[in-house]
């Protein structure tokens, strides 16, 4: 059987983990677009990237708390742990997320 | 002559590399101190650590163009870019320092 995968509980998210995870451009993306259009699989939020890159940004975004990943049959579904990041730190995360949306239109 | 210390212009800070730079405690306490107590030397900062680390932690906060560095005599003394980076990534340095006072009061 597979291992579960491993999520910190609320009070393990640190600032530390949530920033490093934020800082990468790729990262923020699957953030934003989770809270914006749901739940998905790792697949269909990162178009044309390599499954092992895919897999990496998920597992850093998974281990720093902001994600929650659950296996149903052969595909990983993803959301973000919204509620539990505002409760931990109010404020952070649509503070990072609307500086990438404001990059992101600018480039 | 010494070198001069490199600074990006304000057009290149990158979120990036302020959210790397801020997903530290030390350079968190770093940047926070400035911002309270104005402009000071290296050494008055970072107490108790050594001075490769204080150095090491410095550098990574001037090279995101998060803090402005100085040479006067044998001192460097630094301060933070705030207006620079609030014109940059509005509400987001305050939205971290935020968070990071919190967690620094709870422990």
């Known amino acids: ?8 509980g609320t009070d393990d998210i640190s600032l ?21 259009e749901g739940e998905k699989n790792c697949a269909e939020t990162c178009d044309g990237l390599a499954p092992s ?3 990496h940004h998920h597992r850093i975004l ?7 990943s659950e ?11 919204q509620a539990e990041i505002e409760t931990r730190f109010p404020g952070l995360l649509a503070a990072i997320l609307r500086q990438h949306r404001t990059s992101e239109d600018a480039s």
Chains 1, 2 share one sequence.
């Open 1 to 8: 059987m597979a291992r579960p995968l491993h999520h910190p």
């Open 16 to 36: 530390d983990g949530v920033l490093h995870a934020l800082a990468d451009p790729v990262r923020r993306s699957i953030v934003a677009t989770l809270i914006e």
């Open 53 to 55: 890159t895919i897999s």
């Open 62 to 68: 998974r281990e720093s708390g902001l994600i929650r």
């Open 71 to 81: 296996k149903r049959g052969v595909a990983v579904f993803n959301s973000v742990r």
